[in-house]
């Protein structure tokens, strides 16, 4: 049988661009679509027809080979123009688009609704500085919905169990049908009467009413590992909320927050901190006390320090969270300048300052105390 011009078919000229193609398809698939024209072969046989001459015309290459040989050759590229292949591939995509539902339902609302994983929970943990460097353990509390332990998140009471939706068979979507200009066309929507859950409980659960959950404050261990950093994310599985219809429960994710230290600064796995020294342990050495992050230590200065200088404590930092060890404590001195001085003081620096070959202040522009405090950093 002689096959109609697919150009004729779509109602368009032969210069027809790809937007009026795409147009003159939709609207009249809208028209002719077997499930808006239940049982009508002659509509399921246009549209079958309609659908050749857009696949044929929607394609470039193919177009150009329909444009110069018509249907003498429908063979090229080893599978021609016509078939049909999947027969609602793409289609329900493009009545999505309009209607918002589809023919005959989704694949997803075809299922039965099944088992749900229960959601994930989120607790911000603010810790120290100390709780990072010796690990922590603690309790926190958290409200979540539990299965319920007396109908075990079904619903039901107890010896009884639920039934299948009527209105929509367990899927929990409803179909419904729209008469339009167009014809009748049918959409899907959650199922009024179950809900969406596919299911009806006659006799409730009285623990849970008929929910399958419940809300409880739940108590719940944390440990807290040393060296871990601000904005870490720990995750507890297993204590999120409960799955609905028997599913599984989620996980508890900790997210934590380091306060900020007085004292100390982390980078990476050291600390540092700055120490103030004297004018005397500068210019002399010897040793000084240093407070860490978990005990004192005594470092060693060498005489003739400036402000500035750092030095390393080994082991004093943040333990290695995947390893073992710890990093450092980097210790930056800082000299102090006497901001007052008595009389005997004053002159023992007056004969320190001549003894190194100095002017003392009134000799220069500039005194000694001040060449002092350029020397040492002080301010």
Known sequence: MAKSDYYEVLGLNRDAGADEIKKAYRRLARQYHPDANAGNKDTEAKFKEMKEAYDVLSDPQKRRHYDRFGHQDEGFGGGGFGGMGDFGSGIEDIFESFFGGGFGGSRRSRQQAGPQRGADLRYDMEITLEDVVKGKETHIKIPRKETCSDCGGSGAREGSTADTCATCGGTGQQQVVRNTAFGSFVSVRTCETCRGE???????CPNCRGQGRITRDREIEVKIPAGVEDGSRLRLSGEGEGGLRGGPPGDLYIIIHVRIHDTFKRRGDNLSCEVPISLVNAALGGPIEVTTIDDVAQMNV???TQTG??????????????????????????????RRLNARQKKILREFAEAGGAKVAGQSDKGFFDKMKDTLGGK
């Open 302 to 304: 060498p005489e003739g």
């Open 198 to 204: 596919g299911r009806v409980i006659k006799d409730r």
């Open 309 to 338: 200088t750092v030095f390393r404590l080994k082991g004093k930092g943040v333990p290695h969270l995947r390893g073992y060890g710890r990093g450092d404590l980097l210790v930056s001195v800082k000299v102090e300048i006497p």
